[in-house]
């Protein structure tokens, strides 16, 4: 309580103040000092995070692992729709749980560990701490550096970006009606990580025929807008993820355009890993793999104008 004493003394000093946690040595085991206080006011927590109070536990401990790293590939925008009031469920639902052996039953902290790449492509870790009241709603969350919290609000800007380009691209900003959604499956479409035509399955070709009949028919009776949107899982890296869901509904594009489709009808899109349908964060690679198979895919929605 001696850490608890002086802040109360210096409140009026550091009241305005906020930030994120100090990260101990990652070689050196750590325990919070917060935990046994659920019901901390939530302002005081962030306090104590400014002041360096907030302590994370030894990265090598997280017992998730995928790859070969601790912890999880990070999702950003997953991560920055946490807020307060949420439940657990409603946690887990988003970032998974948590990646350290946090206990069964009224455990007011989740401990994650975060691996992302940087602009330069080089590997980096961080730390995500998020804090529970007594009814078990989230209170309070902190980064372990203020690095990691920059990182998260740049990345988590992305994907709000990309669903404000796709409207304003679309002709639903001018009065227009959306007559088909198509989610076609990525994996029946092309062959694992491909793009290309010559990469296209059979059965692909199948259904994006029947796609180019049912395009052709509301061209027939006036003007149409097309909008092909491509979508990948959360493996691998972000930037690529976001390439090669714009090369496969460039190519999806090309062949609805080669099958006789008007060049104006069609627009592309990649979405990249930004609007999941699913949420899968923990088993094997292949395991990985077959739960996020509806979030590799491409939708193909049809306009009309009035």
Known sequence: MKNFKMLFASMAVIATMTGCAAVKDAAEP????????????????????????IEFPAIEKAKFSTNNYKGSWVNWDNVAQVEHQMSKDQVRQLIGSPHFSEGLWGVHEWNYVFNYRDANNQHQVCQFQVHFDDNMLVEAFYWSDKSCEEQAKSKSAVAPTIINNIVQQTPAAQAAELKENFKLSVDALFAFDKYAMGDMRVEGRVVLDSLVSAIKNYESKGRVGVYIIGHTDHLGDESYNLDLSKKRADTVAGYLLSKGVKPTS??????????????????????????????????????TYN
Do not use: W
């Open 30 to 53: 750590v325990t919070s000092q917060l935990p046994t206080l659920p019901s901390f006011d939530k302002k005081m927590n962030e306090i104590a995070s400014a002041n360096g109070l």
């Open 266 to 303: 069609l627009t592309a899109v990649g979405a990249g890993e930004y609007l999941p349908v699913k949420q899968c964060h923990s088993g094997t690679r292949s395991q990985l793999i077959d739960c996020l198979t509806p979030n590799r895919r491409v939708e193909v929605q049809i306009y």
